[in-house]
């Protein structure tokens, strides 16, 4: 099937053809259509899947043609979770829509100066892309009409609930005309967010693309177990320093671990930058300018940078702090192995982090490869990563250096039934206290009635005599 069977506007078309894309990917054959007939629609797909053009193309459709509304306010509005998204969408709006008249777009996001964004607006954008706390402060300003708004696009509804912005959206949505067609995107359409499409749309048609088969074919997903941080950047040292590494993001969990790492970085000789939420929006947007152009070889980055980005050289993808959520890690290694490219997926996992891997692995339906670099194994037992629990029903399994002594005191017994010693010469009476005297026997079975008090003697619990 081609785009041209899609039954879009020859103009949209002719646009399309000067981007390369000639065949439309399985959420677009399925999307926009639907869209066309003028249906709400519930869309659950991964993350490069081609979900931005799908609920574009139907849009500028609508705009091909002129608007049969009075007012001077936007057609279609677009509402992201993050600035980066926002912009992204909006350099897609302008390359699908560049060949419809005077067509004018607005982005309306946190971080950046609203003197500009004031002046975009007076010249009454059709589209309107933006994060839901920006748009709010431009509605209560009184500068924003959407008594001819045509279409809502809520894209990465998921993300945008789990930011907080739940509240935001639904004040947002009582603003808008009831008349509207509503677009919803999101990697999943249970739960929280289940219910709010439930609430802004109207006989929606669900429509739910196979989650993960681009990553299973285009991303090479590995382990690296670690001991420490001192053992993860000599890790990321050897990573960086592949040959065939072109351009890496990786991920941090804090926004200070973000910059400290990518100040080592350049201190190190790499050519590194640090992208967070704290960065001012001009910033933002020159980091990732210098990355398009190949001047930024190692991007090091929060979860802000997981959704939105769309850079052909970035060849790795390294989780230096292990994403906390599956969703997360998907969209982190989204990244890199876009649009058919292979990418390399590469994650640093500490023994206790065993349960967020297995979180992934249920919800990737796919094996994450335990990798190793020689002459930097981990200490820790890596050999079984997903044992069963080894010291007790619902005890996690606890990794333990080579030689490392294991201080389990129910493992090791006097033949009088006390508590012995451990391999690290403790003695356990130390650490657990003195054993209780259903325990404590003499050698000929009867109770050793100097031992530890009962639980109903009223005597003083001072330094017991052995």
Same mark, same amino acid.
């Given at each position: 099937?081609?785009?041209?069977?899609?039954?879009?506007?020859?103009?949209?078309?002719?646009?399309?053809?000067?981007?390369?894309?000639?065949?439309?990917?399985?959420?677009?054959?399925?999307?926009?259509?639907?869209?066309?007939?003028?249906?709400?629609? +519930?869309?659950?797909?991964?993350?490069?899947?081609?979900?931005? /053009?799908?609920?574009?193309?139907?849009?500028?459709?609508?705009?091909?043609?002129?608007?049969?509304?009075?007012?001077?306010?936007?057609?279609?509005?677009?509402?992201?979770?993050?600035?980066?998204?926002?912009?992204?969408?909006?350099?897609? /709006?302008?390359?699908?829509?560049?060949?419809?008249?005077?067509?004018?777009?607005?982005?309306?996001?946190?971080?950046?100066?609203?003197?500009?964004?004031?002046?975009?607006?007076?010249?009454?954008?059709?589209?309107?892309?933006?994060?839901?706390?920006?748009?709010?402060?431009? +509605?209560?300003?009184?500068?924003?009409?959407?008594?001819?708004?045509?279409?809502?696009? +809520?894209?990465?509804?998921?993300?945008?609930?789990?930011?907080?912005?739940?509240?935001?959206?639904?004040?947002?949505?009582?603003?808008?005309?009831?008349?509207?067609?509503?677009?919803?995107?999101?990697?999943? +359409?249970?739960?929280?967010?289940?219910?709010?499409?439930?609430?802004?749309?109207?006989?929606?048609?669900?429509?739910?693309?196979?989650?993960?088969?681009?990553?299973?074919?285009?991303?090479?997903?590995?382990?690296?177990?670690?001991?420490?941080?001192?053992?993860?950047?000599?890790?990321?040292?050897?990573?960086?320093?592949?040959?065939?590494?072109?351009?890496?993001?990786?991920?941090?969990?804090?926004?200070?671990?973000?910059?400290?790492?990518?100040?080592?970085?350049?201190?190190?000789?790499?050519?590194?930058? /640090?992208?967070?939420?704290?960065?001012?929006?001009?910033?933002?947007?020159?980091?990732?300018?210098?990355?398009?152009?190949?001047?930024?070889?190692?991007?090091?980055?929060?979860?802000?940078?997981?959704?939105?980005?769309?850079?052909?050289?970035?060849?790795?993808?390294?989780?230096?702090?292990?994403?906390?959520?599956?969703?997360?890690?998907?969209?982190?290694?989204?990244?890199?192995?876009?649009?058919?490219?292979?990418?390399?997926?590469?994650?640093?996992?500490?023994?206790?982090?065993?349960?967020?891997?297995?979180?992934?692995?249920?919800?990737?339906?796919?094996?994450?490869?335990?990798?190793?670099?020689?002459?930097?194994?981990?200490?820790?037992?890596?050999?079984?990563?997903?044992?069963?629990?080894?010291?007790?029903?619902?005890?996690?399994?606890?990794?333990?250096?080579?030689?490392?002594?294991?201080?389990?005191?129910?493992?090791?017994?006097?033949?009088?039934?006390?508590?012995?010693?451990?391999?690290?010469?403790?003695?356990?009476?130390?650490?657990?206290?003195?054993?209780?005297?259903?325990?404590?026997?003499?050698?000929?079975?009867?109770? /050793?009635?100097?031992?530890?008090?009962?639980?109903?003697?009223?005597?003083?619990?001072?330094?017991?005599?052995?």
């Amino acid at each position: 099937m081609s785009f041209a069977e899609l039954g879009l506007h020859p103009l949209v078309l002719k646009c399309l053809e000067t981007t390369g894309y000639t065949t439309p990917t399985e959420v677009q054959r399925q999307a926009v259509p639907a869209a066309l007939d003028g249906h709400d629609l +519930l869309v659950s797909s991964h993350t490069g899947s081609g979900k931005t /053009a799908a609920f574009l193309l139907p849009s500028l459709h609508r705009l091909a043609q002129p608007s049969a509304l009075p007012g001077n306010g936007p057609r279609v509005l677009v509402l992201c979770p993050t600035r980066e998204l926002a912009l992204q969408v909006q350099k897609q /709006a302008m390359i699908y829509g560049a060949g419809l008249r005077k067509l004018r777009t607005v982005c309306l996001v946190g971080g950046a100066p609203f003197g500009p964004q004031f002046q975009a607006l007076r010249h009454h954008p059709e589209v309107m892309i933006a994060t839901p706390g920006r748009l709010i402060d431009h +509605l209560e300003r009184g500068r924003i009409d959407f008594s001819r708004l045509e279409v809502l696009v +809520l894209d990465e509804a998921d993300r945008m609930l789990d930011m907080g912005f739940i509240e935001d959206i639904e004040h947002i949505v009582a603003r808008l005309p009831q008349s509207r067609q509503t677009l919803l995107f999101s990697a999943t +359409l249970d739960g929280m967010v289940g219910r709010i499409a439930a609430e802004m749309t109207r006989d929606a048609r669900r429509i739910e693309v196979a989650s993960h088969a681009a990553h299973k074919a285009n991303i090479d997903q590995r382990l690296l177990f670690t001991d420490d941080v001192g053992h993860k950047h000599k890790l990321l040292d050897v990573l960086l320093r592949d040959v065939g590494l072109s351009q890496a993001v990786v991920f941090t969990a804090t926004k200070k671990s973000a910059e400290e790492l990518s100040e080592t970085l350049r201190e190190q000789g790499f050519a590194a930058a /640090a992208l967070h939420g704290d960065m001012p929006q001009h910033k933002r947007n020159r980091t990732l300018q210098r990355l398009r152009d190949g001047q930024t070889r190692v991007l090091v980055a929060t979860d802000v940078a997981a959704r939105g980005i769309d850079v052909a050289g970035i060849s790795h993808v390294i989780n230096f702090d292990a994403p906390r959520q599956a969703e997360d890690y998907v969209h982190r290694i989204g990244r890199t192995g876009r649009a058919g490219r292979a990418g390399i997926a590469v994650t640093f996992v500490h023994g206790r982090e065993r349960g967020l891997i297995r979180d992934i692995e249920r919800y990737t339906g796919q094996a994450v490869r335990v990798d190793v670099i020689p002459g930097l194994e981990p200490m820790a037992r890596a050999d079984r990563p997903f044992a069963k629990p080894r010291f007790g029903k619902g005890k996690p399994w606890q990794d333990k250096p080579r030689g490392a002594p294991l201080r389990d005191h129910t493992a090791q017994r006097r033949d009088d039934g006390r508590p012995g010693e451990n391999r690290s010469g403790w003695q356990d009476e130390r650490r657990w206290g003195p054993a209780s005297n259903a325990l404590a026997r003499q050698p000929d079975g009867r109770p /050793a009635r100097d031992h530890a008090p009962a639980r109903h003697d009223t005597r003083p619990r001072g330094r017991q005599s052995w």
